[in-house]
Structures are given as structure tokens and as C-alpha cells.
């Protein structure tokens, strides 16, 4: 491809080559290009397509950055067209790699929830303190089903089951908090400040984003993430630009960013369902139902 030709040696002629989203690619010529040995090793393929003329994008757009210590900078359209960009970050969060994905609220940072190494980066990267629980990105039911005990029957009150009312949210902005199942990974519900002081907790937070590019990740995982959402440590605010998150959080050690866009900073609702009826413990995107009950909590960090 044209736009992975600086990684296999290949240079243009032409110093004004740029690229504009939604472009089309045409071939080059042999007068076009001239041909340089390929390196003897190149540490990690850089792959993006579409690129804008933004100055801060260029700089971890460039296929030219073949560095130990490069971002994976992938842009995609929002709309799912052109996922097949995905592959690359996928084969990097299973190899213990930390990224950074939309989803149907703010972006979020996300890891293989098996890979402990990738855990505790994940906390180092994004600060997070050692009693804070983490949430679980899933691709259906049949996950939170699978790694949770599932959805309190109901109550006395004529609401039989919790698990049809939930249906009608998902896929979308909740986060619910669940008992956690045998199944999940001990790493995801322990916390402490060292191995023998660890601590287990019962419970996890489980989401179905209801976003395109998120899903497609998910799928090619095969497997839920780890997720916690991105936040400038300084201004403790969401990062909804993809831009500033890689400069925010590029230098620290995260290895890619996926762009599908600017967000819009309202993170997704949380709702204990732990107690009946359901409490909600962070209003944000996702409406108030009529089963659940507000909770003057202050907003999660």
C-alpha cells in the first residue's frame, strides 16, 4: 500500500504528497517512486489511512515512524465502513498491548482482561488508584451472562424480571454493576497495593457500547476488554478528542489510538444492580427508566 511504502523503504518524488479523509489512493507509477532497500528490522508497522492535514495528527500519522517507542495512530470512519483497519491494534492488545477506542459515549482505555501485565500498565497509565474497580466492555448478553451471575429477578412490586427490562438499554450508554461470576479473571476484581495485601471484590461493571467501531474491536478480541475511560490526569475531564489523548498519553507508554471522531464528554449511566430496585449511581448519557431509583452519589472519577 502507498500509505505503508516509508515502512518497506519506499520514498516518493513529490513534496507536496498529502492526504485528505475519504480519499482514494491511486496507484504509483515507477516515475513516482524510487526504491530503497527494505530495513533489517522494523519494530512495529504503522498503519493509517485517510489522514488529515492536522499538524498534531500528522505527527503519529507519519507510516514513516517505525520507533520502539511509536503510537499506533489508526483512523476510521465512524460509520464501521473500513474496520479491516482494526486488525493491527487487535494483534496488539493480544500481545499485552494498552490502546484507546471510541465508544458510544467518551473513549475508552482498554486492555486484554486476561493479561495481567496489561492490567497493571493500564492502571499505571491512566493513574487509577488501587481500590477502584474496573469495567468490562462485552459483545452481547451471552458475555454478561458468562462472566457475571446475571440480573436480579425483581421484586415484589410487579417487576418479575430485571433481565427483559435491561434488554430495551443494551447495546447502549449503561454501565450495570453485576455480581461477578467464577468465570471472570481474579485479576479484574482484585485490588491492593501488593500481592499479599490483594482483596477480592463480588462485583464488576459490564457494558454493550453501542458504537460500531467498539463492537468491531470486540469481535475480532473475541473476548470482553478491561476498559476505563480516558481522562486528562491534570484537568480531570474526558479527553474526547483522539489528538490530545495520543499527546496526552502517547509519551507515558500507550501503544495506539483508534479515531473515529470526535466525542461528545457524557459518560455512560451507571446503575447498581446489586440492590432492588436498581440504583443509579452516575447519571450520564443513558436516561433515567422507570425501574431505576437516583442516588445522590458524586459522579465517578
Not at 14 to 36: H, N, Y
Not at 139 to 150: A, F, N, P, Q
Request: glycine fraction near 6%.
Amino acid at each position: 500500500m502507498a500509505l505503508q511504502m516509508k515502512a518497506y523503504g519506499w520514498s516518493t518524488s513529490s513534496p507536496s504528497l498529502s492526504f485528505k479523509r475519504g480519499s482514494i489512493i491511486s496507484p504509483l507509477t515507477s516515475s513516482d517512486v524510487s526504491f530503497q532497500p527494505p530495513p533489517q528490522k522494523v519494530s512495529r508497522l504503522k498503519i493509517v489511512a485517510a489522514v488529515k492535514k492536522s499538524p498534531k495528527r500528522l505527527k503519529y500519522a507519519s507510516p514513516g515512524l517505525p520507533k520502539e517507542d511509536g503510537i499506533l495512530y489508526i483512523e476510521v470512519d465512524p460509520d464501521g465502513s473500513d474496520t479491516w483497519k482494526l486488525d493491527s491494534a487487535v494483534e496488539l492488545l493480544k500481545k499485552g498491548a494498552v490502546g484507546v477506542i471510541p465508544t458510544d459515549t467518551v473513549y475508552a482505555m482498554v486492555c486484554d482482561m486476561t493479561n495481567h501485565d496489561a492490567i497493571e500498565r493500564l492502571r499505571r497509565l491512566k493513574d487509577v488508584e488501587t481500590t477502584k474497580p474496573y469495567s468490562i466492555l462485552c459483545r452481547s448478553l451471552h458475555d454478561i451472562d458468562t462472566y457475571t451471575t446475571g440480573f436480579p429477578r425483581g421484586n415484589s412490586n410487579g417487576l418479575s424480571d430485571y433481565f427483559r427490562a435491561v434488554k430495551h438499554c443494551l447495546p447502549g450508554p449503561y454501565t450495570f454493576i453485576l455480581t461477578a461470576s467464577k468465570a471472570l479473571p481474579k485479576q479484574v476484581v482484585k485490588y491492593g497495593t501488593a500481592v499479599s495485601r490483594y482483596a477480592s471484590r463480588k462485583s464488576v461493571g459490564v457494558r454493550i457500547p453501542d458504537d460500531v467501531v467498539c463492537q468491531a474491536v470486540l469481535e475480532k478480541m473475541g473476548a470482553p476488554l478491561i476498559t476505563t475511560s480516558v481522562r486528562s490526569p491534570k484537568q480531570d475531564q474526558w479527553i474526547i478528542d483522539p489528538v490530545l489523548i495520543a499527546d496526552t498519553y502517547g509519551p507515558e507508554g500507550l501503544d495506539f489510538v483508534v479515531d473515529a471522531g470526535v466525542r461528545v464528554a457524557n459518560p455512560s449511566t451507571v446503575v447498581d444492580m446489586l440492590h432492588i430496585p436498581p440504583k443509579i449511581i452516575r447519571q450520564g448519557k443513558g436516561p433515567k427508566q422507570p425501574w431505576m431509583e437516583e442516588e445522590d452519589i458524586a459522579a465517578e472519577k
